[in-house]
């Protein structure tokens, strides 16, 4: 089973930039779609991005399309969110997932990603 670990998050004023980390272990993500979901206080876990097996595809939510770019490096064995003009609206836990299921690019619901990280909290001030 493989462990995900993000970090990365922390304080960030409006307009600025994070770059958000995650790490597995216990298993190679390289044949697997990865996704980054938020969830801010009071609100269901939503998707923001998925990046396939091989990192040739991304998708994004039309809420930050443009403005976060989603990366891997598969010998590291690690996923990246790059999150640029950060609003007080991307404040949330961030949590990258796993697919369920080998290569392609995934899909958007939760359902469908086996393995999550803890989350690491954003915040970003207005």
């Known amino acids: 089973q493989v462990q995900l670990v993000e970090s990365g998050g922390g304080l960030v004023q409006a307009g600025g930039s994070l770059r958000l980390s995650c790490a597995a272990s216990?298993?190679?993500?390289?044949?697997?779609?990865m996704g980054w979901f938020r969830q801010a206080p009071g609100k269901e876990r939503e998707f923001v991005g998925r990046?396939?097996?091989?990192?040739?595809?991304?998708d994004y939510a039309d809420s930050v399309k443009g403005r976060f770019t989603i990366s891997r490096d598969n010998a590291k064995n690690t996923v990246y969110l790059q999150m640029n003009s950060l609003k007080p609206e991307d404040t949330a836990v961030y949590y990258c997932?796993?697919?369920?299921?080998?290569?392609?690019?995934?899909?958007?619901?939760?359902?469908?990603?086996?393995?999550w990280g803890q989350g690491t909290q954003v915040t970003v001030s207005s």
């Open positions: 216990g298993r190679t993500l390289s044949s697997y779609a």
């Open positions: 997932a796993a697919a369920r299921a080998h290569y392609g690019l995934g899909s958007r619901r939760p359902p469908d990603f086996g393995s």
């Open positions: 990046i396939s097996w091989s990192g040739a595809s991304t």
